[in-house]
């Protein structure tokens, strides 16, 4: 979904075409960027990418105030968001709420109308939102069900609905998918094939992820549940450290399954992930406010290797640890 900055403008949003001077988050290559800021309420910052069958924006936003944006949905697509910082929240009128943990993903139907949506206060949020054409739908009708109801009437395609009103995981290689598309060096000769393969390879991963049966989780008891939340809190905090299943399900008295449910139950993420998070988090706050070198904060987060450390870094964030210091 799109917003307009003509629509904006007419909003009293400050508009711009740039990236805001202090913004860290992913820079999607090659993208239109639109930045709008409402005085005193927050930031939308959208780069998008527009091709005939598909279409990439990476969202980031940073609401202080609750406030409505006016948005438009110019042709009738698939479109799909996945959290990639923090937890998105807003309401799209006529359609429902899109709440998403960080990692979770929803598809929803984008019909052709101008619509608004509604923000809540919240922590700066990101998201990566791909949308795809009729055309390559109807090609995968056979092979997902799911998709059936988008072509059920020329009135559904006039519809703006929610494939699934729950949230899932999108599992890790759909992650790691989306971490390749927003930190992939441009090159106007080679981009464009590879964005296309990448979006409807992140297409069929989502569509295998909405297929699955979500397995019954087996329930926690109190004493369960406050485990794990010690568990989750040593895990943010030990940074230099690993921790493998085996002995934190000793430690936990669960089978490895139930370990992992439950972390995911209850911090929204599984262990690996939550761990990477704090590492990543812990080494930009040291590159920021200190003068240790980049060799010196890898191990201090855990890395034997500098180069390791460079690399999941870049992943992760999408920049490297040299810019980080580089842009003080």
Not at 83 to 89: A, E, H, L, R, V
Not at 105 to 119: D, N, W
Not at 275 to 283: G, L, N, W, Y
Not at 298 to 314: D, E, N
């Amino acid at each position: 979904m799109r917003f307009d900055g003509n629509i904006l403008s007419s909003q009293d949003f400050n508009m711009s075409a740039v990236l805001p001077e202090n913004y860290t988050g992913y820079r999607l290559p090659g993208s239109t960027i639109l930045c709008a800021t409402l005085a005193g309420s927050g930031m939308i910052v959208q780069q998008e990418l527009i091709e005939r069958d598909y279409s990439i924006r990476f969202n980031y936003f940073d609401v202080w105030q609750p406030f409505r944006v006016k948005l438009v949905q110019q042709a009738a697509r698939l479109i799909s968001f996945l959290s990639t910082s923090n937890t998105i929240d807003y309401d799209i009128h006529g359609v429902g709420n899109l709440k998403l943990k960080q990692g979770q993903f929803a598809m929803l139907h984008g019909a052709e109308h101008q619509g608004t949506l509604h923000f809540f206060k919240s922590k700066p949020s990101a998201c990566i939102e791909i949308a795809w054409s009729e055309h390559w739908l109807q090609a995968l009708m056979d092979q997902f069900g799911l998709l059936q109801k988008l072509f059920r009437s020329p009135a559904t395609r006039e519809q703006a609905f929610f494939l699934e009103q729950k949230p899932r995981p999108a599992g890790i290689k759909a992650l790691d998918m989306a971490t390749t598309i927003l930190s992939t060096p441009y090159d106007p000769g080679i981009s464009r094939l590879f964005f296309q393969s990448q979006a409807y390879e992140y297409l069929l991963l989502l569509l295998l992820e909405s297929s699955k049966k979500p397995m019954p989780l087996q329930p926690l008891t109190e004493r369960e549940r406050q485990t794990l939340i010690q568990i989750g809190e040593r895990v943010r905090q030990g940074f230099n450290r690993q921790f493998p299943i085996a002995e934190l399900s000793r430690e936990a008295g669960m089978n490895a399954m139930k370990l992992k449910n439950g972390f995911r139950e209850i911090h929204g993420d599984p262990i690996s992930r939550v761990h990477m998070t704090a590492r990543m988090k812990e080494a930009r706050r040291l590159l920021a406010e200190t003068d240790y070198s980049t060799q010196q904060i890898a191990a201090m987060v855990g890395y034997k290797y500098a180069t390791s450390f460079i690399q999941h870094f870049h992943k992760f964030f999408g920049y490297f640890p040299s810019q980080v210091q580089r842009d003080l």
